[in-house]
Nanobody, 111 residues
Framework: QVQLVESGGGLVQPGGSLRLSCAASGSYFGSSTVGWYRQVPGKQRESVAIITSGGMTDYIESVKGRFTISRDNAKNTVYLQMNSLKPEDTAVYYC?????WGQGTQVTVSS
């Protein structure tokens, strides 16, 4: 019903920026809350940012002011703009819609 494909991850220097994209297929996407999650080996997957169908957003405290989640429902895409990246942002980032998950994209912040 819903297929999510992340892209945009990679290696970036501390202080740099990346924009992650989550391209979706399925009729539920545009009317659903979508979230970006991240996971580091040995740790629980944590919610980073969410955006509702109406465009309301929320963020984990550690990324407030640095990350921005947005959506373009016409393109069935959700974005995560990540600025001022820190080494502790290193993780596999996943997008989520309901019980649907993308495959993840690796973000590595390192000098």
């Amino acid at each position: 019903q819903v297929q999510l494909v992340e892209s945009g991850g990679g290696l970036v220097q501390p202080g740099g920026s990346l924009r992650l994209s989550c391209a979706a297929s399925g009729s539920y996407f545009g009317s659903s809350t979508v979230g970006w999650y991240r996971q580091v080996p040995g740790k629980q997957r944590e919610s980073v940012a969410i955006i509702t169908s109406g465009g309301m957003t929320d963020y984990i405290e550690s990324v407030k002011g640095r990350f921005t989640i947005s959506r373009d429902n016409a393109k069935n895409t959700v974005y995560l703009q990540m600025n001022s990246l820190k080494p502790e942002d290193t993780a596999v980032y996943y997008c989520n819609c309901g019980h649907w998950w993308g495959q993840g994209t690796q973000v590595t912040v390192s000098s």
